[in-house]
């Protein structure tokens, strides 16, 4: 369904993606670890075009496109079958939880207004807030914050959903409300490629896991394979680092 | 106080009132209308990042805040027929006004906009949305929620700053009272008479501005 083929980026000297392929299917949930600063987030935000790759080719539903020549109308155009949830939620302040689902799809894809607020109180029961759908985003918890996010990423049904650490923002105990919604989006079939320190979302709910480190990928693997069976010795080191920081 | 110089105030308070209301009034109005125009335009090619727009609007914002604007109505007035370009009072004080003022409101509304944290520009892009449309929706509500306070204390200072256009021959308030000091010589009286009106006119501005606060705040974000 996606794949990227040696996407590259450097800010200044500094090469933060030195040729990074990843492959993703229909109905994947790729969670991607990796120490901090090995590039996890640049790599999402070049995938959906955030940040401005280097190099690269992306193949996206059959078609053909070059990180270094795409243009404008291609990238709206994946856009709009993509979403994105953010670390910090970047919910719309000016806007209700309801009205920031209903922005995309009337705004952006000219839907009635009706049918469009129809699917958003849907999305908005199914992360478990249809009783805060005129509340604006400073009357939530940030675990309502990030799940109303959720709610705009699923309302326009999009073939894939990526995630850049969604619960790291989030005070403990807020993060269990919104893994158990992406557990139940996984459950649901959403592709999703998810970065995450949360080893346990890695290990229990992810399809595969990627390793990166200085820009590179180092492991690539089906997840059960990545735990039990890690082939790098790096990768079996940091899962022994996250071992340890869970027991402590 | 002398029952004749109290007198000459009540009969001139209405007098002074009335090009208050015809005058300084539409002056500040349209001046300050054209002023936020000129200010969200020239804020939003900046942070566009529109090269060659950019360094214009930093130019006109550079020559405006760094000259007088009574030095800026004598050239519009007085210099500009010199080359041709001959205006009434009127219209060449709504234009250095307008000019003046939207230089200052440039700058209060780019850091409004600025202000409008980058992240949900790209969440606007995720779900689809053009630069215009969350321009138009998302960032520009809230700058102008942000900016409202400031840009209030600037429309204030207009209202005042118009006196000045009695220097280029505007029969506002302040040319008004000049004109019937110069016959009366009830100078301290009428200055102060004057002074009231001003000070009234902007508490009125004042009160509006913070009724506009209330009603933004009870629209639901902070
Ligand atoms: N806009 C930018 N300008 C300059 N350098 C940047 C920028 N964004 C990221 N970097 C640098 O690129 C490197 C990779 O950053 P990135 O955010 O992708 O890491 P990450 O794997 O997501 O880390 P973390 O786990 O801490 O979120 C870091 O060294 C970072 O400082
Ligand atoms: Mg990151």
Redesign the interface.
């Known amino acids: 369904m996606l794949e990227v083929k040696n996407i590259k980026k450097s800010f200044g000297d500094l090469q933060v993606l030195k040729g990074v392929d990843v492959r993703v299917e229909k109905g994947d949930v790729v969670a991607v670890l990796g120490p901090s600063g090995s590039g996890k987030t640049t790599l999402l935000r070049c995938m959906?075009?955030?940040e401005k790759a280097d190099e690269g080719i992306l193949n996206f539903d059959g078609e053909e496109y070059d990180f270094r020549t795409i243009g404008r109308k291609d990238i709206?155009k994946i856009?709009?079958k993509?979403?994105?949830v953010?670390q910090?939620y970047?919910?719309?302040?000016?806007?209700?939880a309801l009205e920031n689902v209903t922005?995309?799809l009337i705004?952006?894809?000219k839907m009635p207004k009706a049918k469009a607020k129809e699917i958003a109180m849907a999305a908005l029961e199914k992360v478990g807030l249809s009783d805060r759908s005129s509340h604006?985003?400073?009357?939530l918890s940030g675990g309502q914050q990030q799940r109303v996010?959720i709610a705009?990423a699923i309302a326009?049904n999009p073939e894939i959903i990526y995630f850049d650490e969604p619960t790291s923002a989030l005070d403990p105990e807020l993060i269990g409300e919104v893994l158990s919604v992406m557990r139940q989006l996984a459950n649901e079939g959403m592709t999703m490629m998810v970065v995450t320190h949360e080893i346990n979302f890695a290990k229990n709910v992810s399809s595969r896991v990627i390793f990166m480190e200085d820009g590179e990928i180092l492991e690539n693997a089906p997840s059960k394979e990545f735990f039990e069976n890690p082939k790098e010795e790096r990768t079996k080191a940091f899962i022994k680092s996250i071992a340890e920081q869970h027991t402590i | 106080m002398s029952e004749k110089v109290l007198n000459l105030l009540m009969d001139s308070f209405t007098k002074i009132l009335i090009p208050g209301i015809k005058v300084t009034i539409p002056l500040t109005v349209i001046s300050f209308s054209l002023a936020m125009v000129i200010a969200v335009l020239t804020a939003m090619v900046q942070y566009a990042n529109i090269q060659g727009l950019k360094q214009l609007a930093r130019f006109y914002i550079w020559i405006i805040r760094g000259t007088p604007v009574l030095v800026q109505l004598y050239i519009v007035f007085y210099g500009l027929p010199s080359v041709g370009i001959m205006l009434d009072p009127f219209p060449a004080a709504v234009a250095v006004f307008s000019i003046n003022e939207g230089a200052y409101c440039a700058e209060t509304m780019r850091a409004a906009i600025e202000s409008v944290p980058v992240g949900q520009l790209e969440a606007g892009y995720c779900v689809g949305m053009s630069w215009w449309q969350i321009m138009r929706r998302i960032v520009l509500p809230q700058a102008f929620r942000t900016a409202f306070p400031p840009l209030s204390n600037s429309a204030i200072a207009l209202v005042k700053d118009t006196s000045l256009a009695a220097n280029i021959t505007v029969a506002e308030m302040f040319m008004t009272t000049q004109r019937i000091a110069a016959r009366t010589y009830e100078f301290l009286p009428l200055y102060c008479e004057v002074a009231l009106i001003y000070l009234i006119f902007s508490t009125v501005l004042t009160k509006l501005q913070r009724a506009g606060e209330k009603r933004l705040n009870a629209h639901g974000f902070n």
């Not at chain 1, 970047?90 to 209700?96: A, D, G, I, P, Q």
């Not at chain 1, 604006?136 to 009357?139: G, K, L, R, S, T």
């Open positions: 959906n075009f955030l709206a856009r709009k993509t979403a994105f953010f910090n970047n919910l719309f302040r000016n806007k209700t922005e995309g705004v952006a894809r604006y985003p400073h009357e996010a705009r326009t």
